[in-house]
C-alpha cells in the first residue's frame, strides 16, 4: 500500500484554516486530518463539523475526522453530512467499539478506530474484520507539538505482522525524521501537524514528507 500523507490542521492559525487547507489541497496530501475535542475526552476543546463541512470542498483530498471525544456516536452524523469519508474514534472513548464501528459502515463512511499510546493492540484485534483503519497514536493526544513516544513504534510492528493489508496510521510526532522508522515498522498513513505548521513553506514540507516515505531506514 502506498505511503499516505493526511495532515492536521490543529497547529495552523484557528483564525484561519482556509488557506492551509487550500495550500495542502494544491500540496496533493492524500486525507484532511481534523482533530475534533470535546475538553472531556482530552482537556482542548477545537471545532465541531461546521468547520468541517466549510472545509469539505476545498480539494480532491477527502477529510477524516479523528474524534477525541467521549460518546463519540453523538457525533456521526454531524460529521458524514459535513462530507467526511472518514470517521476515526477512540477504543477508550466507549464500551461499543465493534457495534459503533458496525454504525460508521452503515452509514457509508470508512470506519477507523484510535488507540492511545497505554492501550494494547490486542484490544481492536476483534474488529479487524470490519475496521477500514487502526490510528496508532504515538504521542498522548490533545495536543500538537509533541514528541514521538517510542514505545509505540512496536505496536504498529505487532499489528503489521496481525493485519499485513490493514491501513495503519500514526498520528504525534510524525516528522521527516521520524516516519521512515514508523514506515519500516508497518505504518501506512501519517498524520503531522506542527511540522508542516513549521515548515518553509506547506509545499516543501509535503515535500519533504514524500522523500521521506521513501526510505524505510
Ligand atoms: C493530537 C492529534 C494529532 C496532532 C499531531 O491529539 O491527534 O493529530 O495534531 O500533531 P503533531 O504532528 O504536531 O504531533
Ligand atoms: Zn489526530
Given at each position: 500500500m502506498r505511503a499516505r500523507?493526511?495532515?492536521?490542521?490543529l497547529s495552523f492559525d484557528p483564525a484561519d484554516y482556509r488557506a492551509p487547507v487550500l495550500e495542502l489541497q494544491k500540496a496533493g496530501v492524500d486525507w484532511i486530518h481534523?482533530?475534533?475535542m470535546d475538553g472531556q475526552f482530552v482537556p482542548p476543546i477545537t471545532f465541531g463539523a461546521e468547520l468541517a463541512s466549510s472545509l469539505s470542498t476545498l480539494g480532491e483530498a477527502p477529510l477524516e475526522a479523528h474524534l477525541m471525544t467521549l460518546t463519540p456516536e453523538r457525533h456521526f452524523e454531524a460529521f458524514v453530512k459535513a462530507g467526511c469519508r472518514r470517521i476515526t474514534f477512540?477504543?477508550?472513548a466507549t464500551v461499543h467499539s465493534h457495534r459503533l464501528v458496525q454504525a460508521l459502515r452503515e452509514m457509508g463512511v470508512e470506519a477507523g478506530i484510535a488507540i492511545n499510546p497505554a492501550t494494547p493492540v490486542s484490544t481492536v484485534l476483534p474488529m479487524l474484520d470490519i475496521l477500514d483503519l487502526v490510528l496508532v497514536m504515538t504521542v498522548n493526544p490533545g495536543w500538537g507539538g509533541q514528541s514521538l513516544i517510542e514505545s509505540c513504534i512496536p505496536k504498529v510492528r505487532e499489528l503489521r505482522a496481525i493485519a499485513p493489508e490493514l491501513d495503519i496510521e500514526v498520528d504525534g510526532g510524525v516528522t521527516p525524521g521520524t516516519l521512515p522508522r514508523l514506515l519500516e515498522a508497518g505504518a501506512t498513513t501519517f498524520v503531522t501537524g506542527s511540522y508542516l505548521a513549521g515548515?518553509?513553506?506547506i509545499a516543501s514540507g509535503v515535500q519533504e514528507l514524500r522523500k521521506a516515505c521513501l526510505c524505510a531506514s
Open positions: 500523507i493526511a495532515p492536521s490542521i481534523l482533530d475534533v477512540h477504543q477508550e515548515a518553509a513553506s
